[in-house]
């Protein structure tokens, strides 16, 4: 253990007991020793101070207080848990020493500079005796809520407390050990518990307190053994703290910054999802490593999987990253952090989706942990949330933006600064969606320019052609892009094309999608296009189009109102042409245009312009 503190002048006790259960589990890795000193005014500051975290993910997220002496406000271990989860709190004592003598303000800036992360938080009800021993065993020691009453319930000669109250709580400490055979008989004559034993707790009224600054709790002391209606009431809750050095980690992808406890229930099946963008390492590729996720529930399956580039609107759009979904089940309620089995590098600006789906193993509604506006006591939490950073979707219903009601999930993302180059992420796939051919047309009366709609995950598409529609396509073509331009073709004659996509599966073999529908073209000029008809002189207009790539000549035709369309010129060049009008001055003429290209058998023409008139006068 590290050694007993003292909170006076102030009401920090629940600071000195979350940060004491840290200290012991990082001691009890091997990551510090009995030296190692958290500061609990860091942490107390930054609760009620909040500060933006260095990715901007919890931009307008703040834990705010109605009472300026946050000093003596109090806290819970619930609240907590989610502090420092962000990463601020567990910080050196000598980055912000106690101010036993004078309150002062510490720099924002030193908000994250921490030197653990928490990755797990386990708890329990404070009268599930067994579970409290276990989770000592496991992490060295535990946070506990009492209600202090020293004058009525605490034996001063014994070190011994037992309150026989069934009532709430005011004071945290650290409950370390136990003893099953501590006699009853220490306890406070008249207001003894009926059986032996008790928990060993150490306190954060400095060593002159009870036993060198511990002391003994009895097993049935009403105000830690008090039950509540839900696991996820922080009254009578006991909690064990999991900590690892800072340096685990280089940055905490989060939307969730303010401490709000609050939960929501959730159907078994139902999966959350939060929506990242790489940014935090702009010089170099990031490495996603653990993910983590809140519950207010016990024996949860859950199962992870990651999505790189989704589409706005479904977290698992995009291609899954793992070969399978990587599942687990819990035990206590509390915060967990997951190391993926499989970690995947990614490129600044990369997004990817992290999909967690839970299930009951009875199919009972379960509850997970929230980051939304709430108040507890004099403390009111705000939650401010983008659109597309939280998801919530139900076996009957499809994803829904939970971010649209300010709700963001309590899912977070950790990643490591690496010079490794971005993992290949191929789909797992076993079948693509059909191809579809959008438009064809001439270019230059020299090819024919292909396009289509990209499908999902296909590395590339076939280019399949033949001059009959049921029968002889043989393979043209194979590009990554959405397009082709077939330079192969004769003016005049008609094509039939279709194509499929494919794609490289993640166990490397190819899959190819379905034939799309057949598409035919004729390859000849681009329509014609007039430019302008303007009057010269009173019998004299100038007729002038654009130029058709390719072409070899133009014929402008001529329609007498209330007469056929006649071939009124044929001309070698794109320009102008002087219309005289005297053979038709009195009545309407109208005016079109189309290209030709000359083969060795004929002339292949394009379509007519749209037509100009001329009004007779």
Not at 60 to 83: E, I, N, Q, R
Request: with cysteine.
């Amino acid at each position: 253990m590290t050694p007993v503190k003292d909170q006076n002048p102030y009401g920090t006790c629940w600071a000195f007991s979350a940060l004491s259960a840290c200290e012991t589990s990082m001691i009890r890795k091997g990551l510090q020793d009995t030296s190692f000193d958290l500061s609990e005014f860091h942490f107390a500051y930054f609760f009620f101070h909040t500060q933006e975290d260095a990715l901007g993910g919890t931009a307008g997220d703040c834990t705010l207080l109605a009472d300026p002496d946050y000093m003596d406000v109090g806290g819970t271990d619930a609240c907590t848990m989610f502090a420092l989860s962000k990463w601020t709190g567990a910080a050196a004592e000598s980055l912000a020493s106690y101010p036993y003598e004078q309150l002062y303000t510490p720099s924002s800036s030193l908000a994250y500079q921490d030197v653990g992360h928490l990755q797990n938080v386990r708890y329990v009800n404070g009268s599930d005796t067994a579970s409290i021993k276990r989770l000592i065993l496991q992490y060295g020691s535990v946070s506990a809520p009492l209600c202090v009453n020293l004058k009525k319930y605490y034996s001063k000669s014994t070190g011994a407390y037992y309150c026989n109250n069934n009532t709430g709580t005011n004071h945290q400490l650290t409950i370390v050990g136990w003893d099953d055979d501590y006699s009853t008989a220490n306890f406070t004559s008249g207001i003894r518990p009926s059986k032996k034993g008790a928990w060993i707790a150490k306190n954060s009224y400095g060593e002159d307190f009870g036993n060198d600054g511990y002391i003994y709790i009895s097993y049935q002391d009403n105000s830690l053994n008090h039950q509540k209606k839900s696991t996820a009431d922080s009254d009578s809750l006991v909690f064990a703290y999991d900590m690892e050095n800072s340096d685990n980690y280089s940055h905490n992808y989060q939307y969730d910054g303010s401490a709000s406890c609050t939960y929501m229930p959730i159907p078994s099946g139902s999966s959350l999802s939060n929506v990242f963008t790489v940014s935090g390492n702009p010089n170099g590729q990031e490495k996603l490593k653990s993910v983590s996720f809140a519950l207010a529930s016990e024996n949860i399956q859950y199962a992870i999987q990651i999505y790189k580039n989704p589409t706005a609107g479904d977290p698992t759009s995009g291609i899954a990253v793992l070969d399978r979904a990587q599942s687990g089940v819990t035990t206590y309620c509390g915060y967990y952090t997951i190391p993926l089995n499989t970690e995947i590098v990614f490129n600044q600006g990369d997004r990817f989706s992290v999909v967690i789906s839970f299930a009951s193993p009875t199919n009972q509604t379960l509850y997970a942990f929230i980051d939304k506006s709430s108040s507890l006591e004099s403390l009111h939490f705000v939650s401010s949330a983008e659109i597309g950073q939280s998801y919530y979707r139900t076996k009957a219903n499809g994803w829904m933006d939970i971010s649209y009601q300010q709700i963001n999930n309590r899912i977070k993302a950790f990643t490591e600064n690496t010079t490794e180059a971005a993992t290949e992420i191929l789909a797992n796939v076993s079948a693509l969606p059909k191809s579809s051919i959008r438009k064809i047309k001439s270019s230059r009366c020299s090819s024919l320019r292909l396009s289509w709609n990209a499908v999902q995950y296909a590395d590339g598409y076939q280019i399949f052609r033949s001059t009959s529609r049921k029968k002889g396509y043989t393979l043209i073509a194979d590009t990554k892009k959405t397009s082709y331009s077939d330079n192969t073709v004769v003016p005049g004659r008609k094509y039939y094309y279709r194509i499929r996509a494919y794609a490289r599966s993640r166990y490397n073999d190819i899959v190819y999608g379905p034939y799309s529908q057949v598409k035919n073209q004729t390859l000849k000029p681009e329509k014609a296009q007039i430019r302008s008809l303007k009057k010269k002189s009173s019998k004299t207009y100038l007729l002038s189009w654009r130029k058709v790539p390719g072409a070899d000549g133009y014929e402008v035709f001529r329609q007498i109102s209330g007469k056929k369309w006649e071939l009124f010129k044929r001309i070698k060049r794109t320009g102008t042409l002087k219309l005289k009008l005297s053979l038709a001055s009195k009545k309407d003429c109208f005016y079109r245009v189309r290209a030709y290209k000359k083969t060795a058998k004929e002339n292949i023409y394009g379509s007519f312009s749209k037509k100009v008139k001329i009004s007779a006068k």
